[in-house]
């Protein structure tokens, strides 16, 4: 069973840089065609996709966001990262790390609370 779970802190300035980690357990990053994303929530508002890393490494983002996203990953933890830099209150959002396979995202963490607020 594949699971997915968001660390980072609740809390950020405005101006800084907004730093998010997805620790995979259950399969691996690099394993099949499989692509590993950012995905937002504002408050009262809809899914934003933010970007994703695939298997291979490759990276893809939002060009709403492209300035300002940067996602990584470090396959010898299995992990994948988002940094978000220059944060306003409109970044504020629940964050989500999901895998995509084909069309489908099939497995999502719970979600982290995000606040931009000095």
């Known amino acids: 069973q594949v699971q997915l779970q968001e660390s980072g802190p609740g809390l950020v300035k405005p101006s800084q840089t907004l730093s998010l980690t997805c620790t995979v357990s259950?399969?691996?990053?690099?394993?099949?065609?499989?692509?590993w994303s950012w995905i937002r929530q504002p408050p009262g508002k809809g899914l934003e996709w933010m970007g994703a890393?695939?298997?291979?490494?490759?990276?893809y983002a939002s060009p709403s966001l492209k300035s300002r996203i940067s996602i990584s990953r470090d396959t010898s933890k299995n992990q994948f990262t988002l940094a978000l830099s220059s944060v306003t209150p409109e970044d504020t959002a629940v964050y989500y790390c999901?895998?995509?396979?084909?069309?489908?995202?099939?497995?999502w963490g719970q979600g982290t609370q995000v606040t931009v607020s000095s």
């Open positions: 999901a895998r995509r396979y084909g069309a489908w995202y099939d497995y």
């Open positions: 259950g399969g691996s990053i690099t394993g099949n065609v499989y692509y």
């Open positions: 890393i695939s298997y291979s490494g490759s990276t």
